[in-house]
């Protein structure tokens, strides 16, 4: 039975393959879930509402196979513009089969400067090729093709696939490698499990036992804790603070809202 087995999955296509290799158990989320929240940023020692986000999925299509399209919007109010004027955009499509990675755009206007990032996945050959076409802040287009042996994520499939995680067996201090691409180039990056807190979300009652997560990436010989993220410790995970170490500053986002979990809230401390 073993060899019978062996040989049927043989026949398979080898991007087909390559494919379910890059792909995770998806337990955490599903179509209709959303995500709101607000965002802070700390302008002389004094944290200031500065703009709010939201992140939503939906069940779709993408090239013919079903999909989730998770789409993230950041929007900076008057506050914030008067620092650094800050409209992003995010929108991934991955497997609904298994959180592969399909598609990925972001276009984000970044104090002046607006640019497009867009990335294309197939899975030639056992490897990840990245089709990658990007529209710089002077409006020239950049097309290039990149193949890897490894799989390759964006900052939103990357995102999706540790939601999925399980703390089962980790311990403080446990690495989590995480190779991510946006249309230049491909970063040497990270996840650090941090342990377990008990966060409360601003201006509610409801507290939650959370995994805490560090996100890190190498740059010019050194590293850098880009993000810090709490999310609920049960089945959903769901993001409930991001703590953001920026090139201007330093931003936090807290859960203002959500609906469409999935499963219960078991991590909810009453």
């Known amino acids: 039975m073993k060899k019978l087995l062996f040989f049927l999955f043989s026949l398979l296509p080898l991007s087909m393959q390559a494919q379910s290799q890059c792909g995770i158990e998806n337990k955490a989320f599903t179509g209709g879930e959303f995500l709101a929240y607000?965002?802070?940023?700390?302008?002389?020692?004094?944290?200031?509402?500065?703009?709010?986000?939201?992140?939503?999925?939906?069940?779709?299509?993408?090239?013919?196979?079903?999909?989730?399209?998770?789409?993230?919007?950041?929007?900076?109010?008057?506050?914030?513009?008067?620092?650094?004027?800050?409209?992003?955009?995010?929108?991934?499509?991955?497997?609904?089969?298994?959180?592969?990675?399909?598609?990925?755009?972001?276009?984000?206007?970044?104090?002046?400067?607006?640019?497009?990032?867009?990335?294309?996945y197939t899975y030639p050959r056992n490897h990840c090729r990245l089709h990658m076409h990007r529209i710089d802040a002077d409006g020239e287009q950049r097309w290039q093709d990149k193949e890897y042996a490894e799989c390759?994520?964006?900052?939103?499939?990357?995102?999706?696939?540790?939601?999925?995680?399980?703390?089962?067996?980790?311990?403080?201090?446990?690495?989590?490698?995480?190779?991510?691409?946006?249309?230049?180039?491909?970063?040497?990056s990270w996840l650090t499990y941090r342990g377990k807190e008990t966060y409360k979300i601003e201006g509610t009652k409801e507290k939650f036992r959370c995994l805490v997560f560090?996100?890190?990436?190498?740059?010019?010989?050194?590293?850098?804790?880009l993000i810090r993220f709490f999310v609920t410790d049960d089945d959903n995970h769901i993001p409930v603070r991001l703590d953001m170490f920026l090139s201007f500053g330093s931003a936090k986002a807290y859960l203002k809202a959500y609906k469409g979990v999935r499963g219960p809230m078991t991590s909810r401390v009453k």
């Open 214 to 225: 560090s996100f890190y990436e190498r740059e010019d010989g050194k590293n850098h804790e």
């Open 38 to 120: 607000d965002l802070y940023f700390n302008w002389k020692f004094v944290w200031l509402k500065v703009g709010s986000a939201s992140m939503s999925t939906v069940k779709s299509t993408f090239g013919g196979q079903s999909a989730y399209r998770t789409s993230l919007t950041t929007r900076g109010n008057e506050k914030l513009d008067g620092v650094f004027v800050m409209r992003d955009t995010l929108l991934s499509y991955c497997s609904a089969k298994d959180l592969t990675p399909l598609y990925f755009r972001k276009g984000a206007l970044e104090g002046k400067r607006y640019y497009v990032d867009e990335l294309w």
């Open 152 to 188: 390759i994520y964006d900052m939103m499939s990357i995102f999706l696939r540790a939601r999925n995680f399980s703390s089962a067996g980790m311990k403080e201090g446990d690495i989590i490698p995480m190779p991510i691409s946006d249309a230049r180039s491909l970063a040497n």
